[in-house]
């Protein structure tokens, strides 16, 4: 497998047998966990977004190689969807799994503007779905973090 490929489908995550897209998000969790504990929220932030723009011309020749739009086992996007979802939860465990869920389930349901994002072309396509449903989800955490839920 090229670079790209490893790249694209997080060393193979993305070939998971079930829900590639979810494997890679619940993997992304304690990686995010580690970004926050040692650096902070904001190191976690810039992570996802440095991987965000990393991933765009990543997908865009995997997809172009696998002669697919937006290739399943392609999980690049969501790891920088679920960190940048993580970037605004408390450090702990239950803010990470209202992120995880809330993450999963925008980018699953494509509810707008995930789907507007989606809409697009090439790698930035396959990419802006997941920053957007990851913005989304870390929004309501945020919120409910301010509220005290979390």
Known sequence: MSWIGRGATLLGIGHAPLAPGTAASLVALPFAALIATWFGSLPLLG????????????????????????????????????????????????GYALAFVLFRLFDMTKLWPVSAAERMRGGFAIVADDLVAGAMAGAIVLLAAHFGLL
């Open 47 to 94: 992570a996802a977004l440095g991987v965000g723009v990393l991933a765009v011309p990543i997908s865009g020749i995997y997809a172009k190689q696998a002669g697919r739009d937006d290739p399943s086992e392609c999980v690049i996007d969501e790891l920088a969807g679920q960190w940048l979802a993580c970037a605004f939860a408390p450090l702990n465990w239950q």
